[in-house]
Structures are given as structure tokens and as C-alpha cells.
């Protein structure tokens, strides 16, 4: 594999289906000792997730010494203990458009801001929709239906969640332009900016280390990966992936399921 890595300084994985196979609680013990032996070797790892930073496994914590985690789709970058460190938010208009065409629909609507994810809309419909049953994370949702003050101290939402069918959500998409909705494999949307992607949590941790998207190394599996994987100067995607972030990709790895971010870091000789 004709890969040059000498200049590798960062490493930027997405989390579910990439490092953490689907209904997995942890990495494998190989992939966990993989990332610290690159630590140790003077190389940043950070994860790039849709996930709210309460919503991250706990073992991520354990597993890695990372200080920063790009979380929301690139809207909020984190440090360890879940301050933002940059973030882009919605402005109010999309706010409350979003939340009058979710009580108009019983749509379940969940609120991604800077602490917490908040339901504005149908609780227990996006409960139903966004968490397995007996989620531990379910204590970590905060229903404020009822007022919708939340935004008044904590800030606009940086991200969004709705729980609803396609043909019910998609023309949403022409009320609000401004606004990409994004089909989800839980059966609902993933809502954000236009302007915001999961390359902007990475050109973060770029200013803080010092370092150009010529040092980083990425590992994806889904569409919203594509805009750093694709930036990076060596790209791969799993081969759990889609097609789309397998065409933006310079390598495929194995499956997630089979350790393809352990072995993609062996075979490059970063371990």
C-alpha cells in the first residue's frame, strides 16, 4: 500500500459503525491499544460523531487520554469534559419554524444544544424514536414541551433530531432551504446547516495542534463523513460503508466488525 504517513499527526475516526460496531457499548481492546500506541508516538486522535457529547459511549473516555471531539456533525467541537470549544448554531427563525411544523405534524423533536439534547416537540415520540429500549441515555433528555425556554439560557440549538416518516418530514425541506435534512438509520432526520459539516470540528483541532489537513488521517463510514474523509490526506472508508464515502476514499478497510480501523493503522505502519 503506497501510502506516505510520515507526516500523519491526527487521526479523526467517526464512532458508530466505524471504531464502535452498531449496538456495541466499546472498541475492540486491539483498536484501543492501536490509538494509544499512536498517542505515544506524539499523534492526536479525536472522534467525529453526529452524537450529542453526552451521548458518547463512556468507554471512549476510558479508552483514549483525547482532549478534543468533534460531536453534532461538526457543529460543536468539545473538549474532554464537554465545553465548547467552537460551535455553530442555528438562528431563531430556524428554531421555531422547525418547532411549529413539528407540533402541526406529531412530529417527535429533539433539540441538540450546547448541554444537553432538549425535546421541544412530542417527548415521547422522539424518545421512542432516537433511544433503544431501556437506553441508560434516556435520563440524559430534558422535555421542556411544555414552555420552550431551554434556548433563553443555553444558547440556539446546534443540531436537530426528528422523529417522524419520510414522506411526512422531506417537504419540511422546502420551508426551511437554509436547513439539510438528513435520513437517519433510527427512521427519522438529522437536522443542521447548510454551511456545517463534519470538516469544520477538524479544521478546530487543525488550529489547536498546529497542524494542516496534510497531517490528518480519517476513517468514515457514512455520507456525513465524506467532507473530511475526502480533505484529508489519506481518506478511508470502511467497507460497512455506503457507496458515497467509498468513492470520496483513497482506501477501503475492512469491516468495522472485523477491526478495519486497527488493521488500516497497522498495514500504514502508524502502529
Not at 30 to 42: S, V
Not at 204 to 228: I, M, Q, R, S
Not at 245 to 254: L, V
Request: charged share 25%; aromatic share 8%.
Amino acid at each position: 500500500m503506497e501510502k506516505k504517513t510520515d507526516n500523519i499527526r491526527l487521526i479523526v475516526c467517526d464512532v458508530d459503525n466505524t471504531i464502535i460496531p452498531s449496538r456495541e457499548a466499546a472498541m475492540s481492546r486491539r483498536l484501543a491499544a492501536d490509538f494509544r500506541k499512536a498517542m505515544d508516538k506524539g499523534i492526536h486522535v479525536i472522534v467525529n460523531t453526529g452524537r450529542h457529547h453526552t451521548f458518547l459511549q463512556e468507554s471512549l473516555f476510558e479508552d483514549l487520554p483525547m482532549d478534543l471531539n468533534g460531536t453534532i456533525n461538526g457543529a460543536c467541537t468539545t473538549d474532554r469534559s464537554g465545553n465548547a470549544i467552537a460551535q455553530h448554531p442555528m438562528n431563531e427563525a430556524h428554531m421555531k419554524a422547525i418547532t411549529l411544523l413539528c407540533l402541526q405534524y406529531n412530529v417527535g423533536l429533539g433539540f441538540k444544544f450546547v448541554d444537553h439534547i432538549v425535546t421541544y416537540a412530542n417527548h415521547q415520540k422522539f424518545i421512542r424514536g432516537y433511544l433503544d429500549t431501556d437506553s441508560p441515555w434516556e435520563d440524559q433528555i430534558i422535555d421542556d414541551t411544555r414552555h420552550h425556554l431551554h434556548h433563553l439560557t443555553y444558547g440556539m440549538p446546534l443540531g436537530t433530531f426528528l422523529v417522524g416518516g419520510k414522506n411526512i418530514v422531506e417537504p419540511f425541506v422546502d420551508v426551511i432551504p437554509d436547513l439539510q435534512f438528513a435520513w437517519s438509520y433510527r427512521g427519522g432526520f438529522d437536522v443542521f446547516l447548510q454551511t456545517v459539516d463534519k470538516s469544520l470540528t477538524v479544521e478546530a483541532a487543525l488550529e489547536k495542534y498546529g497542524l494542516t489537513w496534510e497531517n490528518v488521517l480519517a476513517f468514515g463510514d457514512a455520507g456525513n463523513d465524506t467532507p473530511f474523509v475526502k480533505k484529508a490526506a489519506i481518506g478511508v472508508a470502511m467497507a460497512n460503508g455506503k457507496d458515497d464515502i467509498k468513492n470520496a476514499a483513497d482506501i477501503i478497510a475492512d469491516d468495522c466488525r472485523n477491526d478495519g480501523v486497527a488493521k488500516m493503522l497497522e498495514e500504514l505502519g502508524i502502529v
